[in-house]
């Protein structure tokens, strides 16, 4: 065989090998939370994005303003909550108005709607801010794959309820 040969075949097997090698995985330690809004810490685990340095950042917004919280792995998006607070007679329905999505799937009686990389609820709450009586919260795995979309129907529901006992909001 030539050095030529050698040399290709050699290239060949590294990058195959460096292709199939076995990812670092996550590094960092997960949270039982998305910004101090508790959430079930196995479901986060497999959502959240392989790396080295988990950052969550609420962008200091007080909870009752409508709060953001972006899971930073390395620097990057990997799983985002936001909150949105709307008036009186918004609905499930009406979040999707101007959101183009597809395949949205309701559960839990219409309470809740999830797409492929997202899950979403809209909750009254009268009396809490004075940017609303009902509030919009939604959770997107960023980098989404086909199994997003159930492990966010399984993280939703018990986050949603968290987010609303923070909240104060009336039952």
């Known amino acids: 065989m030539s050095l030529k040969k050698l040399a290709t075949a050699t290239a060949v097997a590294v990058a195959v090998t460096a292709c199939n090698a076995p990812s670092d995985g996550i590094a960092y330690t997960v949270p039982d939370n998305i910004c101090q809004i508790p959430a079930d810490k196995e479901i986060l ?8 340095r988990l950052k969550q950042d609420d962008g200091g917004d007080d909870i009752t303003e409508g709060k953001f919280c972006h899971m930073y792995v390395d620097g990057n998006d990997s799983v985002v909550s936001d909150a949105d607070w709307e008036k009186s007679g918004y609905t499930l329905r009406d979040y999707f108005e101007f959101y183009d999505v597809k395949g949205i799937r309701y559960f839990g009686d219409g309470k809740y709607a999830s797409w492929s990389y997202g899950v979403v609820t809209v909750m009254p709450c009268p009396g809490v801010s004075d940017k609303g009586d009902v509030i919009a919260v939604d959770v997107k795995d960023i980098q989404w794959n086909d199994k997003s979309q159930p492990l966010l129907e399984k993280l939703g529901p018990p986050y949603f309820e968290a987010y609303k006992k923070r909240l104060g909001c009336p039952s």
Do not use: I, R
């Open 45 to 52: 685990e497999t959502l959240l994005d392989e790396g080295k």
